[in-house]
């Protein structure tokens, strides 16, 4: 009996993957993963820009090479951890928690049916501008929190420089 259960728990789950990739769930996943791309490729040159004003070092300066090196990194290491398979695979196994394998097929029958297909066609229209929209306003709040986050930091590094001065400057005073 344990062998007829896994299989149909395979049959399930390979109708849920059908079903999320027929609605376009494997599209939705990848545009994420590339607007997660894009955003680090927006985010880090900023970040970069930032810390270097005040600096005046040229392009092949060591240190400017290190921090481009370090931008790469940040490419490479903000690259989204998951596939979009992995994640429909994912996404059908907490779905299919929730439903039966005779409610998927219904779901299956009804968008291979004209007004599933209709159903799918306008999500698919509608899904693009979407959540092109929030992705904006959140690169936005995150581009604005960055900045003034930075510009903290660069007040508090000023303080800490101009102590060291005044410091060094004290230092040389002959004592009282």
Not at 22 to 31: F, K, Q
Not at 64 to 89: C, G, H, I, K
Not at 133 to 149: G, P
Request: with cysteine; proline share 5%; aromatic share 6%.
């Amino acid at each position: 009996m344990p062998h007829r259960a896994v299989a149909d728990d395979a049959s399930k789950h390979a109708k849920l993957v059908e079903l999320m990739k027929l609605e376009g769930l494997d599209e939705v996943l990848e545009r994420q993963r590339g607007a997660c791309r894009k955003q680090a490729q927006e985010v880090g040159p900023q970040m970069l820009d930032q810390m270097m004003k005040g600096l005046s070092l040229s392009r092949d300066d060591p240190h400017v090479q290190r921090m481009n090196a370090a931008y790469l990194r940040f490419l490479e290491a903000s690259e989204p951890s998951w596939t979009a398979d992995e994640a429909v695979d994912l996404y059908a196994k907490l779905y299919g928690a929730h439903v039966t394998e005779g409610d998927v097929d219904e779901l299956l029958q009804f968008f291979k049916a004209p007004l599933g297909q209709k159903a799918i066609a306008a999500s698919r229209a509608a899904i693009p501008e979407w959540t092109e929209t929030l992705q904006k306003k959140n690169q936005e709040v995150l581009l604005k929190n960055i900045r003034a986050y930075s510009e903290e930091l660069n007040a508090i590094l000023r303080d800490v420089e101009k102590g060291s001065s005044e410091r060094s400057e004290h230092a040389e005073d002959p004592p009282l």
